[in-house]
C-alpha cells in the first residue's frame, strides 16, 4: 500500500510539473514581443530545422541503404514521422510510380548528392543551418549547402527569366506572417532523399510565423497539376541557431560530388 502510495504521488508530482510547463510555454507565448524592422517581425538570424524530413517528408521507419551497407550505420535512414497534413502525399498514378522509380535509385539519382542547389522547400529543412537577412524591404536568404541563396522580392518584380534551381521567390506580409510564393522551379529538384518528386508546374507558398523569439512556425503548401491530385502542405518548427559566435559557414560540396558527375569521363582520359 506504502508503494501504490508513493507511485500515486510521483505521477501526481509529474501532473503538475507537466501543467506548469504548458501554462509558462502559454504565458511566453502571450507574453512575446516580436522584434520589428519598419512595423513587420524581424527574422535576422541563423535558422535551422531540427527533423528527418530530408530523409523523407512521409512517415518512415529506420532502414539501411543497401548499396553502402559496408559502412554501417553511417548509411542508415533513421526513422521519422511524416510531416504532410493528412499523412501522404497526394500523387496522381505515373508520378507515383515515377517517385518509386526515384527511390529505388536514390542513392545515386537524388540530385542533392550531385551537390545540385536543392530547391524549395527542401533547401528549408535540410540537415543544415540558413541565414535569413533581412532589410527595410527586400529579403535574402542564404543556405550552407552547396552556396544556395536567393532573394525574396517583396515588391514589383518582373517575371524569372528562366526556371531556376532555387525558383523566384514573391514575399509580402500577412499580418506577422511572411508569406512567399515560389514559382518558375527547375523539375529536376527533389523534395527529399526518398525519390517525392514535381514537374515544372510546381509552385510553392511558404509561411513564415514567429512562436517566440526564438522559434517560427513554417508551413509550405505544394500544388502542382502534373504530378498531384491535390494541393498538400508541410509544417514543422525552425530553431534560431544561438551560441556565442554562430555564424554560417558554407557547405563547398562540389568537391566532394565530382567523381560522382565526372567518373566516367575521368577514367576515359
Not at 508551413?219 to 534560431?240: G, H, K, Q, V
Request: glycine share 6%; proline share 6%.
Amino acid at each position: 500500500m506504502r508503494t501504490q502510495h508513493l507511485h500515486l504521488q510521483v505521477l501526481l508530482n509529474l501532473c503538475v510539473v507537466l501543467f506548469c510547463g504548458a501554462a509558462n510555454a502559454a504565458d511566453e507565448q502571450s507574453n512575446f514581443n516580436i522584434a520589428r524592422i519598419n512595423g513587420n517581425p524581424n527574422f535576422n538570424g541563423i535558422w535551422q530545422a531540427m527533423n528527418t524530413a530530408h530523409w523523407n517528408l512521409e512517415a518512415h521507419s529506420a532502414e539501411a541503404i543497401e548499396q553502402f551497407a559496408n559502412t554501417g550505420a553511417f548509411s542508415g535512414i533513421p526513422a521519422g514521422p511524416s510531416y504532410v497534413s493528412g499523412g501522404t502525399i497526394p500523387y496522381l498514378p505515373e508520378a507515383l510510380a515515377l517517385r518509386d522509380t526515384n527511390r529505388a535509385a536514390a542513392p545515386t539519382l537524388d540530385p542533392a548528392i550531385s551537390c545540385f542547389m536543392p530547391g524549395i522547400p527542401r533547401a528549408t529543412y535540410m540537415p543544415y543551418p540558413f541565414q535569413i537577412v533581412q532589410g527595410d524591404a527586400d529579403l535574402m536568404f542564404v543556405y550552407a549547402f552547396a552556396t544556395s541563396n536567393r532573394v525574396i522580392h517583396m515588391g514589383p518584380v518582373d517575371e524569372a527569366p528562366i526556371d531556376m534551381w532555387m525558383g523566384w521567390s514573391r514575399g509580402h506580409w500577412e499580418g506577422d506572417t511572411l508569406v512567399v510564393e515560389v514559382t518558375s522551379n527547375d523539375d529536376r529538384t527533389w523534395f527529399d532523399r526518398a525519390g517525392n518528386h514535381h514537374s515544372y508546374m510546381l509552385k510553392v507558398t511558404e509561411r513564415y510565423t514567429a512562436l517566440n523569439a526564438n522559434h517560427l512556425q513554417y508551413e509550405a503548401t505544394i500544388e502542382d497539376p502534373l504530378t498531384f491530385s491535390a494541393p498538400w502542405t508541410i509544417s514543422m518548427p525552425l530553431y534560431r541557431n544561438i551560441e556565442l559566435g554562430a555564424e554560417l559557414l558554407e557547405y563547398k560540396c562540389i568537391d566532394f560530388a565530382e567523381d560522382l558527375l565526372y567518373g566516367e569521363l575521368e577514367k576515359q582520359d
